[in-house]
C-alpha cells in the first residue's frame, strides 16, 4: 500500500471520545489526522453513538463519574457556538431511587456526591412528581431528586459532528476509513488503513469495542464487551405535545426479577420523522458478541427480542398511556473495562488509548477525551481527577456501578 505523510499523531475511532480528543489536540497545534468509517460502512464496523439521544446529568452515586459529566456538560454552550451544530436539551433529569431504608437504596450516596460538587438538584416527593409529570407512574415508596437544565439530553450523532466541525477548523484530517493493525518502528508508528499506510509519531486508540477485538493495542487490556438492546416506542403528535416538559429518567426499582433499572428518555424524532421514547436497561442476557464478525451480525439485527419485550413491558408500566404503542427495538454495543472507569493511559511510549465508557460515557465524552489528549501532549493531569483510576496497569476485576 501506498505511505502516507506523517502526523504528529493518529486517533484511531472517530465516535464520541476520539472526535473529542482530536479536536484538543488539533486545537493544541499538533498535525492530526482522526480516522473512522462511516456509518453503514461495508467493513461492518459499527458505532453505538449512531444514534440520536442519550442522558446526560449531573448526579450518580460515582463522585467521578459526575465529575467527568460536570466537566463536558459545561462546555457544550461553548462547543454548540463555536461548531454551529446543536446537539443539546436541557430538558432536565428525573432520578427515581429505591427508598433509603432499602438495601439498594442509592439516595444517600448520590446526595453526598451532588452536594460534595456544589451541584444543585431538588428533592421531590411522590406528589410532586405525579403534579408535575401525571403522565408517569413510579412506585408509591420511591425517593426522587430533579436536576433542572442543563441536565437533559444530547443527540449523540450531532454531538460528534460538532467536534469533528471544531477540529476541522484547527487543521485536523478526517479520513473515512477503518484501522485493521497498527505497528510500531523504530521511530514511528504505521497505521494501516485501506486508503494506505498513514506514518504518526503517537497513537491514540478510541475505537470502542474493536480496541481489543482488533489488536489495535500491543497488549490486551481486561474489556468486556457487551451488546444492549433498546426499545423505541412511537410517540404520537397529540402525546408529544403533552409530554413536552418530560425529563431524561433514571429509574431504579426492585420488582423486577432480571433488572434492576431502566433509563428512559423523552419523545425525540428519528430519521424515519416519527417521535419515539427510549427505554434502556442491562446488558442482553441471550446474546454474546465477542468478535468483530459477531458484533456485525448483532448491530446490522434488532437486538435481543427477549430484551425488546421485556422493555416494552417497562415502558408501559412507567407511562400507561403507550400501552399498545408501536414499537422496533434497535441494537447498542457496550464497552466496560476491569475498573469501571475508562481506560486513559499510555500503554507503550506514544502509544495511548481512550476507550471503554461502560455505558456512562456519552455525556462525559468530551472531558474523556479532553484528558487523553493531555496525556499526548505530555501536559499535567487535572487536580480533579485521580490518574490511577483511568490506568490500564490497575485494572482490576470488573467493578460495574449501579445507575
Same mark, same amino acid.
Request: hydrophobic share 40%.
Given at each position: 500500500m501506498a505511505v502516507s505523510k506523517t502526523y504528529d499523531v493518529v486517533v484511531v475511532g472517530a465516535g464520541m471520545m476520539g472526535s473529542a480528543a482530536a479536536k484538543y489536540l488539533a486545537v493544541a497545534?499538533?498535525?492530526?489526522?482522526?480516522?473512522?468509517?462511516?456509518?453503514?460502512?461495508?467493513?461492518?464496523?459499527?458505532?453505538?453513538?449512531?444514534?440520536?439521544?442519550?442522558?446526560?446529568?449531573?448526579?450518580?452515586?460515582?463522585?467521578?463519574?459526575?465529575r467527568l459529566a460536570a466537566a463536558s456538560i459545561r462546555r457544550y454552550p461553548e462547543i454548540e457556538s463555536v461548531s454551529g451544530v446543536k446537539f443539546h436539551t436541557a430538558c432536565g433529569h428525573l432520578r427515581c431511587d429505591l427508598p433509603r431504608r432499602h438495601a439498594r437504596s442509592q439516595v444517600t450516596t448520590v446526595r453526598h456526591v451532588l452536594d460534595g460538587m456544589q451541584i444543585t438538584a431538588v428533592a421531590l416527593d411522590r406528589e410532586e412528581v405525579t403534579e408535575r409529570f401525571p403522565y408517569l407512574h413510579f412506585a408509591p415508596e420511591s425517593e426522587f431528586h430533579f436536576e433542572s437544565g442543563p441536565a437533559g439530553i444530547i443527540h449523540p450523532r450531532m454531538l460528534v459532528r460538532a467536534q469533528i466541525a471544531m477540529g476541522k477548523r484547527h487543521g485536523m484530517t478526517l479520513l473515512r476509513d477503518i484501522v485493521p493493525e497498527?505497528?510500531?518502528?523504530?521511530?514511528?508508528?504505521?497505521? #494501516?488503513?485501506?486508503?494506505?499506510?498513514?506514518?504518526?509519531?503517537?497513537?491514540?486508540?478510541a475505537a470502542g469495542s474493536y480496541t481489543s477485538l482488533m489488536r489495535l493495542l500491543p497488549s490486551h487490556p481486561a474489556f468486556s464487551v457487551r451488546p444492549e438492546t433498546v426499545l423505541l416506542v412511537r410517540v404520537d403528535e397529540k402525546h408529544a405535545h403533552e409530554w413536552s416538559n418530560m425529563p431524561g429518567i433514571i429509574w431504579n426499582f426492585d420488582h423486577h426479577p432480571e433488572v434492576p433499572y431502566a433509563y428512559v428518555l423523552p419523545p425525540v424524532r428519528y430519521p424515519d420523522g416519527y417521535k419515539y421514547i427510549k427505554i434502556g436497561?442491562?446488558?442482553?442476557?441471550?446474546?454474546?458478541?465477542?468478535?468483530?464478525?459477531?458484533i456485525d451480525d448483532y448491530m446490522t439485527g434488532e437486538g435481543s427480542q427477549r430484551t425488546a419485550l421485556l422493555l416494552y413491558g417497562l415502558v408501559q408500566e412507567l407511562v400507561p398511556d403507550l400501552r399498545g404503542a408501536p414499537w422496533r427495538s434497535k441494537p447498542c454495543m457496550l464497552t466496560y473495562t476491569g475498573h469501571g472507569y475508562?481506560?486513559?493511559?499510555?500503554?507503550?511510549? #506514544?502509544?495511548?488509548?481512550?476507550?471503554?465508557?461502560?455505558?456512562?460515557?456519552?455525556?462525559?465524552?468530551?472531558?474523556? #477525551?479532553?484528558?487523553?489528549?493531555?496525556?499526548?501532549?505530555?501536559?499535567?493531569?487535572?487536580?480533579?481527577?485521580?490518574?490511577?483510576?483511568?490506568?490500564?496497569?490497575?485494572?482490576?476485576?470488573?467493578?460495574?456501578?449501579?445507575?
Amino acid at each position: 500500500m501506498a505511505v502516507s505523510k506523517t502526523y504528529d499523531v493518529v486517533v484511531v475511532g472517530a465516535g464520541m471520545m476520539g472526535s473529542a480528543a482530536a479536536k484538543y489536540l488539533a486545537v493544541a497545534g499538533m498535525k492530526t489526522l482522526l480516522v473512522g468509517p462511516c456509518e453503514g460502512n461495508a467493513s461492518g464496523v459499527h458505532g453505538s453513538h449512531h444514534d440520536e439521544a442519550r442522558i446526560t446529568r449531573f448526579s450518580g452515586p460515582d463522585e467521578t463519574w459526575s465529575r467527568l459529566a460536570a466537566a463536558s456538560i459545561r462546555r457544550y454552550p461553548e462547543i454548540e457556538s463555536v461548531s454551529g451544530v446543536k446537539f443539546h436539551t436541557a430538558c432536565g433529569h428525573l432520578r427515581c431511587d429505591l427508598p433509603r431504608r432499602h438495601a439498594r437504596s442509592q439516595v444517600t450516596t448520590v446526595r453526598h456526591v451532588l452536594d460534595g460538587m456544589q451541584i444543585t438538584a431538588v428533592a421531590l416527593d411522590r406528589e410532586e412528581v405525579t403534579e408535575r409529570f401525571p403522565y408517569l407512574h413510579f412506585a408509591p415508596e420511591s425517593e426522587f431528586h430533579f436536576e433542572s437544565g442543563p441536565a437533559g439530553i444530547i443527540h449523540p450523532r450531532m454531538l460528534v459532528r460538532a467536534q469533528i466541525a471544531m477540529g476541522k477548523r484547527h487543521g485536523m484530517t478526517l479520513l473515512r476509513d477503518i484501522v485493521p493493525e497498527i505497528t510500531r518502528m523504530s521511530d514511528h508508528f504505521e497505521v #494501516g488503513t485501506a486508503s494506505g499506510t498513514v506514518l504518526a509519531e503517537n497513537v491514540l486508540v478510541a475505537a470502542g469495542s474493536y480496541t481489543s477485538l482488533m489488536r489495535l493495542l500491543p497488549s490486551h487490556p481486561a474489556f468486556s464487551v457487551r451488546p444492549e438492546t433498546v426499545l423505541l416506542v412511537r410517540v404520537d403528535e397529540k402525546h408529544a405535545h403533552e409530554w413536552s416538559n418530560m425529563p431524561g429518567i433514571i429509574w431504579n426499582f426492585d420488582h423486577h426479577p432480571e433488572v434492576p433499572y431502566a433509563y428512559v428518555l423523552p419523545p425525540v424524532r428519528y430519521p424515519d420523522g416519527y417521535k419515539y421514547i427510549k427505554i434502556g436497561a442491562d446488558h442482553d442476557k441471550d446474546v454474546q458478541a465477542d468478535s468483530v464478525a459477531a458484533i456485525d451480525d448483532y448491530m446490522t439485527g434488532e437486538g435481543s427480542q427477549r430484551t425488546a419485550l421485556l422493555l416494552y413491558g417497562l415502558v408501559q408500566e412507567l407511562v400507561p398511556d403507550l400501552r399498545g404503542a408501536p414499537w422496533r427495538s434497535k441494537p447498542c454495543m457496550l464497552t466496560y473495562t476491569g475498573h469501571g472507569y475508562p481506560y486513559i493511559d499510555e500503554v507503550e511510549k #506514544g502509544w495511548f488509548v481512550a476507550a471503554g465508557g461502560c455505558g456512562k460515557s456519552a455525556k462525559s465524552s468530551d472531558q474523556i #477525551g479532553y484528558l487523553a489528549s493531555r496525556l499526548v501532549l505530555g501536559r499535567s493531569w487535572p487536580e480533579a481527577f485521580k490518574r490511577s483510576l483511568f490506568s490500564v496497569s490497575c485494572s482490576v476485576a470488573h467493578r460495574k456501578t449501579a445507575l
